[in-house]
């Protein structure tokens, strides 16, 4: 797959200003959309660059494992929650809810790191479902 800034006509920040979040830029418009990780998917969202292609990924991850994270287990729950869901889709978030639906049942099984991070997670999938029974 060719590199993001092929597909989007994107340049390398040439400024030669030593800082992390430059050095980061650089390094994810030469990878592929396929290569893109939880942390840079995460962190196109917070850092608003190529928005839309982060959240297709951070959906693409979530679906794949619901309790992954950049920082903490859960973590992509919690980037999903902080969007404004009504513009992902339909079909993202019928997938959504019913991957949803069945960790709502299974998340108490996980091997959380403690008490608060799990009691995080169903108050995010709480949060969630009632996003999207808002919508509907």
Known sequence: MKPLKEIYNLSNDLSGLDYGLIHWYNELIDKSYDNLTTADACKMIRQNVLKNIAIKKVIELFLKD??????????????????????????????????LRVIQQEYI?????????????????????TKIESME
């Open 109 to 129: 099984d996980f091997d959380w790191f403690d008490d608060e991070a799990k009691n995080k997670y169903a108050k995010n999938i709480d949060l969630m479902i």
């Open 66 to 99: 619901p309790y992954d994270g950049e920082f903490f287990d859960g973590g992509l729950l919690d980037v999903l929650n902080s969007l404004d869901i009504s513009s992902l889709g339909m079909l993202y978030i019928e997938k959504i809810k019913t991957v």
